[in-house]
């Protein structure tokens, strides 16, 4: 409820500051613009019920999308629930053939809603979206529809028929997320570019290592990992070698785990002395682990943001020489797994480590790595 006297944005502005830890927002004063007292409301009440952060986080994502979309196309918030002909214009603004953009300007989003998207830093790609991307927007519009205790036309032939024949009509490639792996031999190039004793330099050395070695976790299970969340656990000894610190890490409930799941990785060796060795320098003991170092030096209090992440990966790269373009935080991810497959480690520990649900989509991993080294490529 608004205060008397107080701004209806600048309330909705503290209201989003309150599950920013939750919620990361780099946009909190346009997104209370454009967000209503009962979106907020409803943002609020999904993160005390526990909602996965990825979820809430591409929730409001579309919400705010869908909203400046709704208003530049048709200078309203909104409808809930949608009528058929609104969603069939967003079908047709997002989906569109190229070619036919060319001869008929008219096809497709209209100048006068791109330049308006575009002008909010909604839009960035040139391009119809990916229809991936229209679906998930679809489907989050459908799911706060039903929240407000109403129904919608999500499921109408006709909806489905133009998005069926959009994509048949605009074909495209499917796009891995990051072009090239990080595995052993990339990460140790990424690196070597952390070779000073900066606090940045010791801050990315930890991120890449802690990434890579608890199983190629998420961008945003790395942002947002918390002292409170680490254990110390006991030296790993080796024979003829002096015994490795060993933690485990508590990620809690994950993507794909168990509303009461918590999920545990475990580091051991040099990528626990990296990440002792930032805590120790940063002289972080409680609340986030990796944040944001300004160009002083200056660690923040704050959080380091999920999309930080994957640009420190992209930094790292163009400084080790190689192509930015190619690399990505999920890069970090499926290059665990390609290098457990080539350094011989079975499908079902590296699975344990790095949480993989799906057998079928670890082992494209492991399966791209065997078909390349194996006896099936070296017949002749």
């Not at 809603?113 to 839009?123: H, P, S």
């Not at 972080?284 to 420190?312: A, C, Y």
């Amino acid at each position: 409820m608004t205060s008397p006297g107080r701004d209806p944005i600048d309330t909705r502005a503290h209201e989003l500051d309150t599950i920013a830890a939750v919620l990361p927002m780099e946009r909190r004063d346009e997104l209370a613009e454009l967000l209503t007292d009962q979106d907020v409301e409803r943002l609020r009440h999904l993160v005390n019920e526990g909602m996965g952060e990825n979820t809430l986080r591409a929730l409001t994502s579309d919400l705010a999308y869908l909203q400046a979309w709704s208003l530049a196309a048709t200078g309203k918030s909104l409808l809930w629930p949608a009528p058929e002909a609104l969603l069939l214009k967003f079908v047709a603004h997002h989906l569109w053939d190229p070619q036919k953009r060319a001869e008929n300007p008219d096809h497709g989003m209209p100048a006068d809603v791109e330049q308006n998207l575009r002008g909010q830093g909604f839009l960035k790609a040139v391009g119809p979206h990916a229809p991936d991307t229209v679906r998930r927007r679809l489907a989050s519009w459908s799911t706060l529809t039903k929240w407000r205790g109403l129904s919608g036309a999500f499921a109408s032939p006709a909806l489905k028929s133009a998005i069926r024949l959009a994509v048949r009509a605009t074909p495209r490639p499917r796009k891995r997320k990051s072009a090239k792996a990080v595995t052993g031999d990339v990460m140790a190039r990424l690196l070597a570019t952390c070779n000073t004793s900066s606090l940045r330099d010791i801050r990315d050395r930890a991120i890449l290592m802690v990434a890579f070695a608890s199983g190629g976790r998420r961008r945003s299970e790395v942002a947002g990992l918390r002292v409170e969340q680490l254990t110390n656990e006991a030296p790993i000894v080796v024979e003829g070698a002096s015994p490795l610190p060993s933690l485990s890490i508590h990620l809690g409930r994950t993507k794909t785990s168990g509303a009461d799941h918590d999920e545990i990785v475990y580091l051991t060796g040099r990528p626990v002395e990296a990440l002792n060795a930032w805590m120790e320098a940063a002289r972080i003991e409680v609340g986030s682990v990796f944040r944001k170092v300004d160009r002083w030096g200056n660690v923040s209090k704050r959080t380091l943001d999920p999309k930080s992440v994957n640009d420190i990966v992209k930094n790292r790269a163009e400084l080790a020489g190689l192509d930015p373009g190619e690399f990505s935080a999920h890069g970090l991810r499926s290059g665990y797994l390609t290098e457990a497959a080539n350094r011989g480690v079975p499908l079902p520990e590296a699975m344990e480590q790095s949480r993989h649900r799906s057998v079928q989509q670890a082992s494209s991993y492991y399966n791209s790595a065997t078909r390349r080294s194996g006896r099936a490529a070296r017949l002749l």
